[in-house]
Structures are given as structure tokens and as C-alpha cells.
């Protein structure tokens, strides 16, 4: 069972992952709108990603007995000035939901729950990656911004990326 100060905090987070993904599909929705399918398919595929990531808590704390507490989600922005505009705003988002996880890592730490640790450090090692993934994206748009061929081929290479559920994800 985890503390009560604890159950909030992984419900917390479990409705910033579920903002995630809406921000991440306003953000694909944008590039339809932009007509630039490869990275409407690329943001697509981050918001499936933070839909698993949701369940994963939804999961944990299930399994660990707490309740899960949906609250309502924020309207994600859903207009931005360029492509670049939307990267900068994945990487800083992907840099905010790190501190989240931290702050998490924190207070189970603080509050002994060894399990719930250990439960996080899977999100700790996957926002290495979610940073990471972002700032290439982002280098990448910076490099091609100023050239029309150069975005339309970015835009191919993202339209080739799939959505791989993490290995542990339950069925469904």
C-alpha cells in the first residue's frame, strides 16, 4: 500500500502523462493542418507513448491498492508560430515531465516506499530517452528551417517511425 501523500502524487502524474498525449495529438493535429504528415505521425507516436506511460501508473496503483483519481485535462495549446516553435515546446515539456518523475523519485525516497522507487526508475531511464529523442528532433528542425527540401525530408524520415509499446505494457 502506498501513503496517501503518495497515491496524490502518482495520480498527479498519471493525468500529466494523459495531458501529455493531448498536448502531443493538438501538436500532430497541427502539422495535418501544416500538411506535413511525418511529423504529425512522429507526435502521434509520442502521444501513444504517454498513454502507455498513463497506464503504467494507472497500473501501479491498482496493483499496490491505491485509487486512481482522474481529474479533468488542461486544453493543450494547439496553435504554434513554425515547426520549430512546436520542437522547442516538446523538448521543454519533455525537460518539465523529467522534473516531475524527479520529484517523485524524491518523495518516495523521503517516504521510504522502496517499491515505488523502484517502479519510477523506469520512467527515470525513459526520460533520458524522451529528452534525448526530443532534442535531436529539434537539431534536426533547426538545421532544416530554412530549407523547404530540408523540412520535407525530416518530414519523411518521421513519418517512418512506430509506435513500440514499452515491453512490460499489459494487453489491451
Do not use: C
Amino acid at each position: 500500500m502506498v501513503s496517501e501523500r503518495m497515491q496524490e502524487a502518482l495520480n498527479r502524474q498519471l493525468n500529466a502523462e494523459l495531458y501529455s498525449a493531448y498536448l502531443y495529438l493538438s501538436m500532430a493535429a497541427y502539422y495535418e493542418a501544416s500538411d506535413l504528415p511525418g511529423f504529425a505521425n512522429w507526435m502521434r507516436v509520442q502521444a501513444q507513448e504517454e498513454l502507455a506511460h498513463a497506464m503504467k501508473f494507472y497500473d501501479y496503483l491498482v496493483q499496490r491498492g491505491a485509487r486512481v483519481v482522474l481529474e479533468e485535462i488542461e486544453k493543450p495549446p494547439f496553435e504554434w508560430e513554425s515547426p520549430l516553435e512546436v520542437s522547442k515546446h516538446v523538448l521543454e515539456h519533455e525537460r518539465k515531465v523529467t522534473g516531475l518523475i524527479n520529484d517523485l523519485v524524491d518523495l518516495a525516497i523521503s517516504e521510504r516506499d522502496h517499491a515505488t522507487n523502484n517502479f519510477l526508475q523506469w520512467f527515470v531511464a525513459e526520460q533520458v530517452e524522451e529528452e534525448e529523442s526530443a532534442g535531436s528532433v529539434l537539431q534536426k528542425v533547426r538545421l532544416a528551417s530554412d530549407s523547404p527540401s530540408g523540412l520535407l525530408m525530416l518530414d519523411a524520415e518521421l513519418g517512418k517511425r512506430v509506435y513500440n509499446p514499452p515491453a512490460n505494457e499489459k494487453g489491451g
